[in-house]
Nanobody, 125 residues
């Protein structure tokens, strides 16, 4: 019954934009901190961005995406968005959203206990 679903991935050219959505099904997302992670074959899963629970007044971004990505949430819609601008080929990866109930900001994937299935983002030259 508890499920997170990512959407919005796709193929774009370098410099383009995508907006990823993470929607909760079967529970309220209000009390969950939400993180976005990405992974490519042969590399460790890395944190991209995260947002605190409730008002979402605290956020974190990896240095590699700082200034290009933004994160936001709407608890009424039980949805968190990751807006990705000025995309680069090195942003290509499978992107996952994850929820942690009662969790404060964390870039560690081990701190999250609810994960979506992932959505593919491919940025071409």
């Amino acid at each position: 019954q508890v499920q997170l679903v990512e959407s919005g991935g796709g193929l774009v050219h370098s410099g383009g934009s995508l907006r990823l959505s993470c929607a909760a099904s079967g529970f309220s997302l209000a009390y969950y901190a939400v993180g976005w992670f990405r992974q490519v074959p042969g590399k460790e899963r890395e944190g991209v961005s995260c947002i605190s629970s409730s008002s979402g007044n605290s956020t974190w971004f990896a240095d590699s995406v700082q200034g290009r990505f933004t994160i936001s949430r709407d608890n009424t819609k039980s949805t968190v968005w990751l807006q990705m601008n000025s995309l680069k080929p090195e942003d290509t990866a499978v992107y996952y959203c994850a929820g942690g109930r009662g969790l404060q900001l964390s870039e560690r994937n081990d701190d999250y206990d609810n994960w979506g299935q992932g959505t593919q983002v491919t940025v071409s030259s």
